[in-house]
C-alpha cells in the first residue's frame, strides 16, 4: 500500500526550529515532484515549498523564503522540511505530497489532484 507518514511537528517558540520528515512506502519518492502544505484552522491548504523529481528546481512560497527548505533523501525514499526562525504565523497543519506535475509551481499552486498525500503533523509555534 502506497502512503506518506509524516513525522517532526510538535510546539516550538518563536525564533526557534523544527524538521518535518516525511516517508514515502510502496513507490518510490525519487520519481516524483513532491512538497509541503499547511493548513491553518479556518484556511485553505496552500503550498509552502515544493522540489522537482530531479531536484532542479524549488519553490517557496514568499513567506517562508530564506527560512524554510526543502530536500530529500532518495536512498531513504524520505523528503525533509527544516523550519527556521518560526513565526506564530506557520502555525498548522503540514502535509507532504508527491505527483508528477509540470514545473514545481504548479506543484505547489493546488493542493487539488495530488497523487499522495501524508496525513499531516500539527506544527504550533507559541511563547
Known amino acids: 500500500q502506497a502512503q506518506l507518514v509524516e513525522s517532526g511537528g510538535g510546539l516550538v517558540q518563536p525564533g526557534g526550529s523544527l524538521r518535518l520528515s516525511c516517508v514515502a512506502s510502496?513507490?518510490?519518492?525519487?520519481?516524483?515532484?513532491i512538497g509541503w502544505f499547511r493548513q491553518a484552522p479556518g484556511k485553505e491548504r496552500e503550498g509552502v515549498s515544493c522540489?522537482?523529481?530531479?531536484?532542479?528546481?524549488?519553490y517557496y512560497t514568499d513567506s517562508v523564503k530564506g527560512r524554510f527548505t526543502i530536500s530529500r533523501d532518495n536512498a531513504k525514499n524520505t523528503m525533509y522540511l527544516q523550519m527556521n526562525n518560526l513565526k506564530p504565523e506557520d502555525s498548522a497543519d503540514y502535509y507532504c505530497?508527491?505527483?508528477?506535475?509540470?514545473?514545481?509551481?504548479?506543484?505547489?499552486?493546488?493542493?487539488?489532484?495530488?497523487?499522495?498525500w501524508g496525513q499531516g503533523t500539527q506544527v504550533t509555534v507559541s511563547s
Open positions: 510502496g513507490f518510490t519518492l525519487a520519481n516524483y515532484d
Open positions: 522540489i522537482s523529481y530531479s531536484d532542479r528546481s524549488t
Open positions: 505530497a508527491a505527483d508528477v506535475s509540470v514545473s514545481v509551481q504548479d506543484m505547489c499552486a493546488t493542493s487539488l489532484g495530488k497523487r499522495y
